[in-house]
């Protein structure tokens, strides 16, 4: 995630830069997610803050989409690699809106040639309808607790950190 105040900053890209060289991380690895209102702040900056990402190889995911209004032509423009559904969406207050405005939402992300990460999934149930909808990926408490980067790590198999 990079916040609004990072986004501004002119030495991300200097900083994006050093992470790759200096973890080695292979072109199309790495991607950056940015929250949509902060996106549409300065949408013209940030139009050219993603151009130049995506010439480092950087992938490109848009967060919280629809919690905000964002220009559809913005969204076609930024090229994003993936979108992430706002809970909101996955939870509404009116549940018989909820598959349709989803299987839309899903359908528009496809249409432009993006993933649909749905966040906020709770339930085995969660999981499974989205999945049924389109959602290629998923985030949420259905998937366990957050963890920290030690456990992460040993789930994955790899070494503790050094501190």
């Known amino acids: ?52 990402l995506r010439e480092l190889g950087v992938g490109l995911v848009l967060d919280q989409f629809g919690a905000s209004v964002i220009s559809l032509s913005y969204l076609q423009r930024f090229m994003f690699d993936a979108i992430k559904l706002d809970k909101s969406f996955i939870h509404p207050n ?35 309808e989205l999945s049924q909808l389109g959602s290629e990926l998923a985030q949420g408490s259905a998937f366990g607790a957050p963890l920290t980067i030690q456990d992460a790590r040993k789930l994955m198999g790899l070494a503790p950190e050094a501190a």
Do not use: W
């Not at 899903?106 to 149930?125: K, N, P, T, Y």
């Open 1 to 52: 995630n990079v916040s609004s105040d990072h986004m501004l900053r002119h030495d991300l890209l200097q900083e994006v830069k050093l992470v790759l060289t200096r973890c080695r991380i292979a072109r199309g690895s790495l991607r950056l997610q940015f929250n949509e209102a902060h996106v549409m702040q300065n949408p013209e900056y940030s139009a050219q803050m993603f151009e130049r």
């Open 94 to 128: 009116q549940k018989s809106a909820k598959p349709k405005l989803l299987r839309s939402l899903i359908s528009l992300g496809h249409d432009l040639g993006v993933a649909i990460i749905a966040d906020g999934l709770e339930s085995e149930s969660d999981v499974i």
